[in-house]
């Protein structure tokens, strides 16, 4: 069985690390939150201008003045900061962030990121996934495997207008865990159920499969 | 103290024309100037460039500016919450230009600090970086962006005073304090203006010398985009 958006998020979360400042991008990342492990000291940063974001506020206690980067109401965590896009940047392009979490449309092989723009159909803007890519340590991207239209968007090239070169280390889609290994995907667990072969073809880009798989566990 | 205020907003606006290029603070509908763009509506003013994180919603915000097409180009890094916008950029009515969010707010900041330029790592090898220069520092590859030139920046802070020196709250700080100086004329709008020395010196975060007008807004709606909420 593939993996739920929330369960590709709760294998997310388990790359989170204790003392780990991190940027969630909208959509599926964002709901890592939900699942990291309570025993451990995690900040979020979120670009619009916040460090220590907590969850969504209680009814009627929402705050026009308090939004996340998906311009979600939030609350703010004892010990959080606020501060103007400018210094936001300053944390992300200084590598202050120790891990960021985005969407994509499209990954290739050698870690190009395709997921602001799709030409003549839909443009929505880059936001500030163009300096987290270009400056992250550590990216992790969580996508589904293949579009609406069951197209792989694991590819050996990216095809539609690129958000970051060279940048992907890691990738979780509702079928497995990838890392991007000498221009390739190296297949690192696979999503309950799911066969290698299912894997492979759904995967346009080339695949390195070694040993045995073991299934994701949570 | 130098005395900032203006009487309300159509004394702040004085000065605007058509064809002219504004800053806008405000990060989705967080910390907008409402009352600036109300009166740019009003005014009618046409072929602006708006440089501003986002367009609006279609009927607030910037979108009040693209329904009546006063917008001949944007500026932004994230349009996705307007359907007008898109309709109008895709049919080719409106000149965007699209550029990643730290490089915008890095623009302002150069405006507002007398730099010229910069260069960072964003946009490298994407169409971000066509036609710019290229240049590898420490092993690793950068382009070259341009502190942006405007005539007005219009922002909104919580607190003021008749000095000119701002207080923000929370999220809605945002793109504000680094518009502030990066145009010619600054003009700040606030929810609360006191005489100067009622605020703490300590707390301001932008001073006075960064703003030329400031006036007390006459109301916020202050919507909320995405209202998300968890049970008590």
Redesign the interface.
Known sequence: MSLSKEQIAQRIAKEVKDGYYVNLGIGIPTLVANFVRNDIEVEFQ?????LGMG??????????????A?????T?LPGAS?????M??SM??GQHVDLTILGAMEVAQNG?IAN??IP????????????LV??AENIIVAMMHTNRAGDSKLLKACSL??????CVKKIVTDLCVLEIVDNQFKLLERAPGVTVEQIKEATEGDLIVEGTIPEIVF | MINKTVANVSEACEGIADGMTFMLGG?????IPENAIAELVKRGVKNVTCIS?NAGVDDFGLGLLLQKRQIKKMI??????NAEF?RQ??SGELE?E?????????R??AAQSGIPGFY?????????AEGKEAREFNGKMHILEHAFKADFAFVKA?KGDTAGNLI???????????MCGAATITVAEVEELVPAGTLDPNHI?IPGIFVQRIFQGERYE???????????
């Open positions: 979120s670009e619009n201008g916040i969850p969504f506020p209680f009814e009627g206690e929402e705050d026009p003045d308090l939004i996340n998906g311009k979600q109401t939030i703010a606020f501060f103007d896009s400018a936001s940047f992300i392009r190009d602001w723009k003549g159909k839909m443009v929505k803007g880059m936001g500030g996934a163009m300096d270009a400056s207008p690129l958000t970051g070169v060279n | 990060f989705g509908l967080s910390g994180n932004s890094s994230y349009v996705g919450e898109e950029m895709l965007v699209l550029i990643p969010q730290g490089t915008l707010a890095q302002c900041q960072t790592p964003a946009g490298y090898g994407t169409e971000v919580w923000f709250k929370g999220t809605a700080r945002n793109f504000n304090p680094n975060h202050k919507r909320i985009e995405q209202r998300t909420v968890r049970k008590k």
